[in-house]
C-alpha cells in the first residue's frame, strides 16, 4: 500500500518454451521552434536542473526521478506534443525577501523565458538594483539539425530484444526459466546552435504577477534580431547513447501434501550504458559577411497564440533552413575547434545483479495465510567517466572506479481471509533503488559560459526502504471492490542533488554546483482509498458503464538532513513525495466499443535542495484529463479504430522556487490527438 509500496519480488511469471524477437527504429524529429527570453544574473543563476530523487518500489509516482526525462531545460518535445513554456527565478540575497525588506542592489536576479513553437531561443544575461532596472545582455540563439534531418534536432532510436523462456515439472519439483536480451541506442547527431548577442541594453521588469513576469525594453534598447548584433557562438554537436541488458532466472515450486509451499529460484541482470559526445565550436573567417548573410536569412516567430499569455511576442531569429545549410566543415569559411568542456559527460557504465531468493507460503488456518521469504542481492558496479581541467582545457580519463554491495531483504505477509468477499492483509517489506547511472560516473563536468559545475558521486549508496501495510479489501458480488489500507515507510540515505550557489572548487568559484548526494533519512505515513465497480448493481442495463478511483495521503518527514547549512533541519518534506494523489476513471465497454475518461491529480512537492529553503525547488501540482475511445470487430482478422486525446485540461509542466507564486519555470504543451487503425491477423 501507499506510493512507495514494494512488491515482494519473490516470483517471476514466465511463458511456456517461447522465442520471442522483436526490433524497432524510431526517429523523432523535433520541430519546435521555441524562442526563450532569459534574464539570467550573473552572480545569482539557478538554473532548473534535472533531479536525482528516487522512489522505492513499483507503485508508479510524479516523482523526480519520474519526470527526469520531461527535460526541464525546456528545448524538447515533450509527451504531450509542441511544448510553450514562460518561466521566471526570482533570486535574492538570503531571506531579504520573506522577511519583507528591499533587496540591496545587485543583490539577486531574475531569469525568465518564453518557449514557443520551434527551434529558437533568446537569452538576457543581467544585473538589477533594488528598483528592477535591468542593464542586461541579449542572446537570440536558434537550433537545428542539418538537411539530413529536414533541418531538425533529430533523435533516432532504435530497440531490440530477444526472449526465451520454458516450464518444466520434474515429479513434484515445478521449474520454470526465462533468459533475455535486449539492446537499444539513441543518437542526436548535427545538433547545431547558433548564438548571437547585443551588451548593454536596458529593460523594464513588471514583476506585479511573479507567475507570468514582464520585461520590455526601454527607449533605445531592442531584443530584435538586428545589425547591431554580433555572432557569440556556433556549435555542432554529435551524440550517441548505447544500452545492453542481459537478464537470466530460474525459479523453482515444490507442493506440500498439507497446501504449504515451498518457492526459490536465482536471477542474473547486466546492464551496460557508454555515452559518447563530440563537440565543436565554429568561427567565421569572414564575420562580417557572415553576420550579413546571416540578417538575410531570418523567421519571425510571434505568435498571437502564445499559451501562457499573448503578451509575450519574441521576433526575429536566424532560420533553421539557413543554419541547417551552413557547410560547417568546409575550411575555406569556418576554422573548427573541439570544445574539451563538452565532452567531460561522456562515460562507461557497467552493472550487475545477482540475486536468490527462498519463498515459504504456509496455511495456519483455513482462513489464515503466511508468506515468508528472503532475497539476498549482490551488486557489482564499475564506472569510468571524465574530468575536464579548466586551466589546461582538456579533458581527460578517469580511472575506472569499483564497488560492490550486498543487501538481505526480507519479506512478510499475512492474508486473512473473514469470507469469500472480505480479505485483510498485513505485510513487513525490505527493499531497494540503486542510483541511476549518471549519478555514479566520476566525472567533473564544467560549463564555462555558464560557470556552473557539476560533479558525480561514485560513493552514493542505495536507498533502502523498510516497509509496513496493512490493507482490507471488500470484493462486490457483481464485478468492483472497495479497499482501505495505512502504511508506513522509513526510508534511508534517499538521494537527491545538492545545488550551491557561489561555490568554491579547486581554487575556483562556481556561481552554481550541482552533485547528487544521499541527504538523510525519512518517515511516510499514509492512508490509500480504492473503488472500482460496474454500475450493474443499480440496473442490468448499466454493466457497460463502470467508475475506478484511488486517492493516497503521504506525511513525510525529513530527519538527520546532511546538507552543509542545514543539518539537522526540521520540518522537511521528502523530495519527490506528493502528499496527495488521486486517480479517476469513467468507462464505457460493450460490443467492442470502448470509451474511456481518465483523471489523474499530484499536489506539489520538493524536487531539488538548495542552500536554504528559500532555494528549494517545487513541482507544482498537476491536473490530467485524457480521453480515448476505440471499436474493435472481427473474428479471424481483427480490425480496431481507435483515436485518443491527451491533455485536455492543457496542465503546465511548472515549477517555482520557495513559495508558490514564484514561478522558476513553466512549460505547455497543449492538447495531443492521436487517430488510427490496427489490423490482427
Given at each position: 500500500?501507499?506510493?512507495?509500496?514494494?512488491?515482494?519480488?519473490?516470483?517471476?511469471?514466465?511463458?511456456?518454451?517461447?522465442?520471442?524477437?522483436?526490433?524497432?527504429?524510431?526517429q523523432?524529429?523535433?520541430?519546435?521552434?521555441?524562442?526563450?527570453?532569459a534574464?539570467?544574473?550573473?552572480?545569482?543563476?539557478?538554473?532548473?536542473?534535472?533531479?536525482a530523487?528516487?522512489?522505492?518500489?513499483?507503485?508508479?509516482?510524479?516523482?523526480?526521478?519520474?519526470?527526469?526525462h520531461v527535460?526541464?531545460?525546456?528545448d524538447?518535445?515533450?509527451?504531450?506534443?509542441?511544448q510553450?513554456?514562460?518561466?521566471v527565478?526570482?533570486?535574492?540575497?538570503?531571506?531579504?525577501?520573506?522577511q519583507?525588506?528591499?533587496?540591496?542592489?545587485?543583490?539577486?536576479g531574475?531569469?525568465?523565458?518564453?518557449?514557443?513553437?520551434?527551434?529558437?531561443?533568446t537569452?538576457?544575461?543581467?544585473a538589477f538594483?533594488?528598483?528592477?532596472?535591468?542593464a542586461?545582455?541579449?542572446?537570440?540563439?536558434t537550433k537545428?539539425?542539418?538537411?539530413?534531418?529536414?533541418?531538425?534536432?533529430l533523435?533516432?532510436q532504435?530497440t531490440?530484444?530477444?526472449?526465451?523462456?520454458?516450464?518444466?515439472?520434474f515429479?513434484?519439483?515445478?521449474?520454470?526459466?526465462?533468459?533475455?536480451?535486449a539492446?537499444a541506442?539513441?543518437?542526436r547527431?548535427?545538433e547545431?546552435?547558433i548564438?548571437?548577442?547585443?551588451?548593454?541594453?536596458?529593460?523594464?521588469?513588471?514583476?506585479s504577477?511573479?507567475r507570468?513576469?514582464?520585461a520590455?525594453?526601454?527607449?533605445?534598447?531592442?531584443?530584435?534580431?538586428?545589425?547591431?548584433?554580433s555572432?557569440?557562438?556556433?556549435?555542432?554537436q554529435?551524440?550517441?547513447?548505447?544500452?545492453?541488458?542481459?537478464?537470466?532466472?530460474?525459479?523453482?515450486?515444490?507442493?506440500?501434501?498439507?497446501?504449504?509451499?515451498?518457492?526459490?529460484g536465482?536471477?542474473?541482470?547486466?546492464k551496460?550504458?557508454?555515452?559518447?559526445?563530440?563537440?565543436?565550436?565554429?568561427s567565421?573567417?569572414?564575420?562580417d559577411?557572415?553576420?550579413?548573410?546571416?540578417?538575410?536569412?531570418t523567421v519571425?516567430?510571434?505568435?498571437?497564440?502564445?499559451m501562457p499569455?499573448?503578451?509575450?511576442?519574441?521576433?526575429?531569429?536566424a532560420?533553421?533552413?539557413?543554419?541547417?545549410?551552413?557547410?560547417?566543415?568546409?575550411p575555406?569559411?569556418?576554422?573548427?575547434?573541439?570544445?574539451?568542456?563538452?565532452?567531460?559527460?561522456?562515460?562507461?557504465?557497467r552493472?550487475?545483479v545477482s540475486?536468490g531468493?527462498?519463498?515459504?507460503?504456509?496455511?495456519?488456518?483455513?482462513?489464515?495465510?503466511?508468506?515468508s521469504?528472503?532475497r539476498?542481492?549482490?551488486?557489482?558496479l564499475?564506472?569510468t567517466?571524465?574530468?575536464?581541467?579548466?586551466?589546461?582545457d582538456?579533458?581527460?580519463?578517469?580511472?575506472?572506479q569499483?564497488?560492490?554491495y550486498?543487501?538481505?531483504?526480507?519479506?512478510?505477509?499475512?492474508k486473512?481471509?473473514?469470507?469469500?468477499?472480505f480479505?485483510?492483509?498485513?505485510?513487513?517489506?525490505?527493499t531497494?533503488?540503486?542510483?541511476?547511472?549518471?549519478?555514479?560516473?566520476?566525472s567533473?563536468?564544467?560549463?564555462?559560459?555558464?560557470?556552473?559545475?557539476t560533479?558525480?558521486?561514485?560513493e552514493?549508496k542505495?536507498?533502502?526502504?523498510?516497509?509496513?501495510?496493512?490493507?482490507?479489501?471488500?470484493?462486490f458480488r457483481?464485478?468492483?471492490?472497495?479497499?482501505?489500507?495505512?502504511?508506513?515507510?522509513?526510508?534511508?540515505?534517499?538521494?537527491?542533488?545538492q545545488v550551491?550557489?557561489?561555490y568554491e572548487?579547486?581554487?575556483?568559484?562556481?556561481?552554481r554546483?550541482?552533485?547528487?548526494?544521499?541527504?538523510?533519512?525519512?518517515?511516510l505515513?499514509?492512508?490509500?482509498?480504492?473503488y472500482?465497480r460496474?454500475?450493474?448493481f443499480?440496473?442490468?442495463a448499466?454493466k457497460c458503464?463502470?467508475?475506478y478511483?484511488?486517492?493516497?495521503?503521504?506525511?513525510?518527514r525529513?530527519?538527520?538532513?546532511?546538507?552543509?547549512?542545514?543539518?539537522?533541519?526540521?520540518?522537511?518534506?521528502?523530495p519527490?513525495?506528493?502528499?496527495?494523489?488521486?486517480?479517476?476513471s469513467?468507462?464505457f465497454?460493450?460490443?467492442?466499443?470502448?470509451?474511456?475518461?481518465?483523471?489523474?491529480?499530484?499536489?506539489d512537492f520538493?524536487?531539488?535542495?538548495g542552500?536554504?529553503?528559500?532555494?528549494?525547488?517545487y513541482?507544482?501540482?498537476v491536473?490530467?484529463m485524457?480521453?480515448?475511445?476505440?471499436?474493435t470487430?472481427?473474428?479471424?482478422?481483427?480490425?480496431?479504430?481507435?483515436?485518443?486525446a491527451n491533455?485536455?485540461?492543457?496542465?503546465?509542466l511548472?515549477?517555482?522556487?520557495?513559495?508558490k507564486?514564484?514561478?522558476?519555470q513553466?512549460?505547455?504543451?497543449g492538447?495531443?490527438v492521436?487517430?488510427?487503425?490496427?489490423?490482427n491477423?
Amino acid at each position: 500500500m501507499g506510493p512507495l509500496s514494494p512488491a515482494l519480488g519473490l516470483q517471476g511469471i514466465f511463458g511456456k518454451g517461447r522465442v520471442q524477437g522483436h526490433h524497432r527504429d524510431h526517429q523523432h524529429q523535433q520541430r519546435h521552434v521555441g524562442q526563450q527570453q532569459a534574464f539570467c544574473s550573473e552572480a545569482h543563476r539557478l538554473l532548473a536542473a534535472r533531479n536525482a530523487g528516487q522512489g522505492i518500489g513499483q507503485r508508479p509516482q510524479p516523482t523526480a526521478e519520474a519526470v527526469r526525462h520531461v527535460h526541464p531545460g525546456g528545448d524538447e518535445l515533450h509527451r504531450h506534443g509542441v511544448q510553450q513554456r514562460i518561466g521566471v527565478q526570482l533570486q535574492n540575497a538570503q531571506g531579504q525577501e520573506d522577511q519583507g525588506g528591499a533587496p540591496e542592489a545587485g543583490a539577486g536576479g531574475v531569469e525568465y523565458h518564453i518557449h514557443p513553437q520551434g527551434q529558437h531561443q533568446t537569452g538576457v544575461q543581467q544585473a538589477f538594483d533594488r528598483h528592477l532596472r535591468v542593464a542586461v545582455r541579449v542572446r537570440i540563439q536558434t537550433k537545428a539539425g542539418t538537411p539530413d534531418n529536414r533541418n531538425a534536432r533529430l533523435e533516432r532510436q532504435r530497440t531490440m530484444d530477444f526472449s526465451l523462456g520454458g516450464e518444466h515439472l520434474f515429479g513434484l519439483l515445478s521449474m520454470d526459466w526465462h533468459a533475455s536480451y535486449a539492446k537499444a541506442s539513441e543518437e542526436r547527431p548535427n545538433e547545431r546552435y547558433i548564438d548571437f548577442q547585443l551588451k548593454k541594453q536596458k529593460f523594464d521588469i513588471d514583476l506585479s504577477n511573479e507567475r507570468q513576469p514582464f520585461a520590455s525594453p526601454k527607449d533605445g534598447s531592442t531584443m530584435t534580431l538586428n545589425d547591431e548584433f554580433s555572432l557569440k557562438e556556433l556549435t555542432e554537436q554529435q551524440e550517441d547513447i548505447k544500452e545492453q541488458d542481459l537478464k537470466f532466472s530460474a525459479n523453482f515450486k515444490l507442493p506440500f501434501k498439507n497446501g504449504n509451499k515451498l518457492k526459490f529460484g536465482a536471477k542474473v541482470v547486466r546492464k551496460t550504458k557508454d555515452k559518447t559526445v563530440d563537440f565543436y565550436e565554429y568561427s567565421p573567417l569572414d564575420e562580417d559577411a557572415f553576420m550579413e548573410n546571416s540578417l538575410k536569412n531570418t523567421v519571425d516567430q510571434s505568435n498571437k497564440h502564445f499559451m501562457p499569455n499573448s503578451k509575450y511576442q519574441t521576433g526575429i531569429y536566424a532560420s533553421k533552413e539557413y543554419t541547417g545549410a551552413l557547410d560547417l566543415n568546409n575550411p575555406a569559411l569556418f576554422e573548427k575547434e573541439q570544445v574539451q568542456e563538452e565532452l567531460a559527460g561522456n562515460f562507461e557504465a557497467r552493472e550487475t545483479v545477482s540475486s536468490g531468493y527462498v519463498r515459504f507460503d504456509s496455511k495456519i488456518t483455513d482462513r489464515i495465510e503466511l508468506m515468508s521469504g528472503l532475497r539476498i542481492e549482490n551488486t557489482n558496479l564499475a564506472y569510468t567517466g571524465r574530468t575536464y581541467d579548466a586551466d589546461e582545457d582538456i579533458t581527460g580519463k578517469t580511472e575506472r572506479q569499483r564497488n560492490s554491495y550486498i543487501n538481505f531483504l526480507p519479506s512478510l505477509l499475512v492474508k486473512w481471509n473473514v469470507n469469500d468477499d472480505f480479505k485483510v492483509r498485513g505485510s513487513f517489506t525490505q527493499t531497494l533503488s540503486r542510483p541511476k547511472y549518471s549519478a555514479l560516473v566520476p566525472s567533473v563536468n564544467i560549463k564555462r559560459s555558464d560557470n556552473e559545475i557539476t560533479i558525480g558521486n561514485p560513493e552514493l549508496k542505495p536507498t533502502t526502504s523498510y516497509n509496513f501495510d496493512l490493507s482490507a479489501d471488500y470484493y462486490f458480488r457483481s464485478i468492483g471492490l472497495v479497499s482501505a489500507g495505512i502504511f508506513y515507510k522509513k526510508i534511508d540515505d534517499f538521494i537527491v542533488d545538492q545545488v550551491s550557489t557561489n561555490y568554491e572548487y579547486q581554487g575556483n568559484v562556481y556561481t552554481r554546483f550541482t552533485q547528487p548526494k544521499n541527504a538523510g533519512n525519512a518517515n511516510l505515513l499514509g492512508v490509500e482509498l480504492s473503488y472500482q465497480r460496474d454500475f450493474g448493481f443499480i440496473a442490468p442495463a448499466l454493466k457497460c458503464i463502470g467508475f475506478y478511483g484511488t486517492y493516497t495521503y503521504t506525511h513525510s518527514r525529513v530527519e538527520d538532513f546532511n546538507f552543509e547549512g542545514r543539518e539537522n533541519e526540521e520540518g522537511l518534506s521528502m523530495p519527490g513525495s506528493p502528499a496527495h494523489t488521486a486517480n479517476a476513471s469513467l468507462y464505457f465497454e460493450k460490443a467492442g466499443l470502448n470509451i474511456r475518461v481518465s483523471y489523474n491529480f499530484a499536489s506539489d512537492f520538493i524536487d531539488e535542495m538548495g542552500e536554504s529553503t528559500f532555494y528549494d525547488r517545487y513541482y507544482d501540482k498537476v491536473n490530467y484529463m485524457d480521453a480515448n475511445a476505440s471499436y474493435t470487430f472481427g473474428k479471424k482478422i481483427k480490425t480496431t479504430f481507435y483515436a485518443e486525446a491527451n491533455n485536455l485540461l492543457n496542465q503546465p509542466l511548472r515549477y517555482y522556487q520557495g513559495t508558490k507564486d514564484r514561478t522558476m519555470q513553466a512549460e505547455y504543451y497543449g492538447v495531443k490527438v492521436n487517430a488510427g487503425v490496427k489490423i490482427n491477423f
